[in-house]
């Protein structure tokens, strides 16, 4: 079973380049924009991480363009939980434009650190729970 959740974001002047199109840095974060909407509506959050004592810092991350968005479009983008039994949270982006078709693909990659910094090899026991719950466990 995997986990989606898609919202609708419009690109705004001060995200595109003198071509009138999107800076390519901005598509990550577009990702961020679809694991925020994510983990509000799966109840796992930045802030439910935080208040069990860890964080979830990005350690790896791509994105694969195909098409361009432009100032004022109205673009979604699908975020997917992809499921491991490592403790790390993967997520898959698809991001299409107005007209439905992709604009890129993308992915990212974050581990638990506690709020001393140290890497939990182990899942924390807040998303064992949370995996459990949303019956990934």
Request: aromatic share 14%; glycine share 8%; net charge neutral.
């Amino acid at each position: 079973m995997t986990l989606s959740e898609t919202c609708k974001i419009r690109v705004r002047f001060n995200e595109t380049d003198p071509l009138g199109i999107v800076w390519h840095g901005n598509y990550i974060t577009y990702f961020e924009d679809g694991r925020e909407d994510f983990g509000t509506k799966f109840g796992i959050s930045y802030l439910d991480v935080k208040a069990n004592g860890f964080a979830t810092p990005i350690v790896e991350s791509s994105c694969k363009h195909k098409l361009p968005l432009r100032y004022g479009d109205i673009a979604t983008i699908k975020t997917t939980f992809e499921n491991t039994l490592s403790a790390k949270m993967i997520f898959t982006y698809i991001i299409y434009n107005p007209k439905g078709e992709i604009v890129c693909t993308g992915k990212t990659i974050q581990v638990f650190v506690d709020d001393d910094g140290n890497l939990s090899l182990n899942l924390p026991t807040f998303f064992e729970n949370w995996k459990k719950k949303m019956k990934l466990l």
